[in-house]
């Protein structure tokens, strides 16, 4: 079991950046981790994954040339740079994890096991 908490998210002009992070309790290159997002009204959506022990990374294409994850092993922390933001990425910000995807599961937020509780992101025109 890992326990997640995300922290960073804020107010922001469109065209600015932010930075979020998720602390993870456990060894952070055991599990595959994803943000996903939700703004008002709206499903939660996927946003970006990591491969566990430092694999390929995933884009939705909404955020491809945008926002990146990286991962700090020695933090047990993952990061989501957000940059060029507009008004349409405004939601709350979620990171999961998960130790046992696989590819094909990465983009499916009903795949993963641990949730942090989320960050508010909010970008203004």
């Known amino acids: 079991q890992v326990h997640l908490v995300e922290s960073g998210g804020g107010l922001v002009q469109v065209g600015g950046s932010l930075r979020l992070s998720c602390a993870a309790s456990?060894?952070?290159?055991?599990?595959?981790i994803g943000w996903f997002r939700q703004a008002p009204g709206k499903e939660r959506e996927f946003v970006c994954a990591s491969r566990k022990s430092g694999g390929t990374t995933h884009y939705a294409d909404s955020v491809k040339g945008r926002f990146t994850i990286s991962r700090d092993s020695a933090r047990n922390t993952v990061y989501l740079q957000m940059n060029s933001l507009k008004p349409e990425d405004t939601a709350v910000y979620f990171c999961a994890a998960d130790s046992r995807l696989i590819l094909s599961e990465l983009r499916n937020s009903g795949a993963y096991d641990y949730w942090g509780q989320g960050t508010q992101v909010t970008v203004s025109s």
């Open positions: 456990g060894r952070i290159n055991n599990y595959a």
